[in-house]
């Protein structure tokens, strides 16, 4: 049995926890655009617990921050 859980991208509190990861991306970003090579995306993986008011218990939490020409794309799997 698998469980489908959406809405994360506008949690406050993961995007909180997520921040350092997305501002390492950001500044990763940043520095690229100097390259001879400019990557078409930069993309950090983080991962950490996180326990919702109405779960029974805290869950791991899978985070992509990426960030490109079009703008950031943040992620979250809860697994």
Same mark, same amino acid.
């Given at each position: 049995? !698998?469980?489908? &859980? /959406? =809405? /994360?991208?506008?949690? #406050?509190?993961?995007?909180? !926890?997520? $921040?350092?990861?997305? *501002?390492?991306? &950001? ?16 993309? *950090?993986?983080?991962? /950490? +617990?996180?326990?919702?008011? +109405? ?7 899978? *985070?992509?921050? $990426?960030? !490109?020409?079009? =703008?950031?794309? #943040?992620?979250? &799997?809860?697994?």
């Amino acid at each position: 049995n !698998m469980d489908f &859980i /959406f =809405g /994360f991208a506008c949690n #406050t509190k993961l995007l909180a !926890m997520a $921040e350092p990861t997305r *501002l390492r991306a &950001i500044d990763r970003w940043v520095a690229a655009q100097s390259q001879d090579v400019v990557p078409n995306a930069v993309r *950090l993986f983080d991962e /950490f +617990s996180y326990k919702a008011r +109405s779960w029974p218990k805290a869950w791991r939490v899978l *985070l992509k921050a $990426e960030v !490109m020409a079009l =703008g950031e794309n #943040t992620r979250f &799997i809860v697994t």
